[in-house]
């Protein structure tokens, strides 16, 4: 994994060289304006060295560097100073600087810095090998190398996460409109609040969200841009929309597929030009906002069908992220059952039964064979309910909920799932096959299609060819 470096800096271009600078020469790099801001990310995020500036609004280098040593001890600290005074440097070194330097600066003197301290310090990242309490027990990821796989909030080190992790900090600086798309539980809403996060200038403002399927349209309208007061019944007030609220900051529009053409046609404006005006109101409002969609819906089809607007789609997909359903990134499963336990064993504090401190081999074998139909929700509400209602402080087969048990003597009478693959089962009829993919992926059509090694489109129309319905059987 790629060293990590914290720029911390109040001059916005002394963190852009140095981030373009350290990401030339391979080094994964995040930034922060003042030390308040650098420690929120160290609440969330993995670091191996941070860079400091010495003089910074809010929260200097040097407060900076006392509580780095005191909350994260095995984060190295560079200070940084225009000042160049030799009492700062002996004080920054006494409280636990790696090293010091003054501006300005060569590139060549921070390679050399970083070089020497790859070399001689120890980072903050390790790749520990947890052992389990005997061979029947499942390996757990320990806490440190749960940290290092974290991403802000998001978990994971699956090469999938891992290029969405690299594009968000890619696009964290821009302003750019993103599209979120997964199934319903794969953590839309948290990517998003990552991007914000990663987003130097945005992170200080609001993140507002709002599910655009939980509200009527004239309701959303409303709660979007805000109304005047008499704009309709019930308006007894002026009030201001999310968007207003989200001024400065980043604004999450979930479930943006379930919008109303009049109300897509707002969308656009806004997203174009930064112009709205609140219900009931001539006077034009502008908001400098980030928007980010989200879905769990192709856009692409909608827009087909003709219930999505083009222009509207095209607007919001300038970056798209496409977040892999839980099957596809089953490695995750042992870590995020590691977290979920950690966060629902402290339900268990005030009973005898003391935490659950290990999960069988059998068991994790389970939940690593199950599909996840409610991916990421599915798993925590599964590990949820094992620190309500198991006994003692081993996770075992039995405790799994019974569609977890059921799903798996289903699948493990098949040897692998490429014995869905139509050109290894040939010797079954195909409407059987398909029908028995359908059924073990709860009727999602890309992942039937993945399992079948075919396209959506060829298996829509052997669906269509073969009568194959939802309760049709086989």
Not at 88 to 94: G, K, L, P, Q, Y
Not at 253 to 270: A, H, N
Not at 305 to 318: E, I, P
Not at 412 to 429: M, N, V
Request: hydrophobic content about 35%; aromatic content about 6%.
């Amino acid at each position: 994994m790629k060293t990590h470096i914290l720029v911390t800096d109040d001059e916005p271009l002394v963190r852009q060289s140095l981030k373009e600078t350290l990401r030339y020469q391979g080094y994964n790099v995040t930034t922060a304006k003042d030390g308040v801001q650098a420690l929120e990310i160290l609440k969330n995020y993995s670091v191996d060295i941070i860079m400091t500036d010495m003089k910074m609004p809010n929260l200097g280098g040097m407060e900076l560097l006392r509580q780095v040593k005191k909350q994260y001890p095995r984060t190295q600290v560079v200070l940084m100073s225009a000042y160049g005074q030799i009492e700062n440097a002996v004080e920054a070194m006494r409280l636990g600087a790696v090293d010091y330097i003054s501006k300005p600066f060569e590139d060549s003197q921070i390679t050399d810095l970083l070089k020497k301290i790859d070399n001689n310090g120890t980072s903050a990242i390790e790749n520990g090998n947890g052992n389990g309490s005997s061979n029947k027990m499942a390996v757990l990821p320990q806490k440190h190398e749960s940290s290092s796989h974290k991403f802000f909030k998001v978990l994971g080190k699956d090469e999938k996460m891992r290029k969405i992790y690299s594009m968000i900090e890619a696009i964290a600086d821009t302003s750019s409109t993103v599209l979120i798309h997964g199934e319903s539980g794969t953590g839309k809403r948290m990517i998003a609040q990552s991007i914000h996060q990663a987003d130097a200038q945005r992170c200080s403002h609001p993140f507002i969200e709002i599910s655009c399927g939980a509200l009527p349209e004239t309701l959303l309208e409303s709660e979007l841009f805000g109304h005047v007061k008499g704009a309709f019944t019930g308006a007894i007030k002026d009030r201001a929309g999310r968007f207003e609220l989200a001024n400065g900051g980043t604004i999450l529009l979930d479930e943006i597929d379930t919008c109303s053409s009049s109300l897509q046609v707002k969308l656009l404006r806004i997203l174009e030009e930064g112009d709205y005006e609140r219900v009931g109101d001539v006077k034009t409002l502008t908001a400098d906002v980030r928007v980010i969609a989200a879905t769990n819906q192709k856009l692409e089809e909608l827009v087909k069908r003709g219930s999505f607007r083009g222009d509207l789609f095209w607007r919001l997909n300038v970056i798209n992220i496409d977040l892999p359903a839980l099957c596809e990134r089953t490695g995750d499963i042992p870590l995020l059952v590691q977290h979920f336990l950690d966060k629902y064993n402290l339900i268990r504090t005030t009973r005898n039964g003391g935490i659950i401190e290990s999960v069988a081999q059998d068991a994790m074998d389970m939940l690593m064979r199950y599909s996840w139909p409610g991916n990421i929700r599915e798993l925590e509400n599964t590990v949820e309910r094992a620190c309500i209602l198991v006994r003692g402080n081993c996770l075992q087969q039995k405790d799994l909920p019974d569609s977890i048990k059921v799903s798996n003597c289903e699948t493990q009478s098949r040897t692998d799932k490429d014995c869905f693959s139509l050109k290894s089962a040939l010797k079954h009829p195909e409407r059987d096959i398909i029908a028995d993919a359908l059924a073990h992926t709860n009727w999602n059509c890309t992942r039937t299609a993945a399992y079948l090694g075919i396209n959506r489109t060829t298996l829509y129309n052997k669906m269509k060819t073969y009568g194959i319905k939802r309760g049709s059987g086989r």
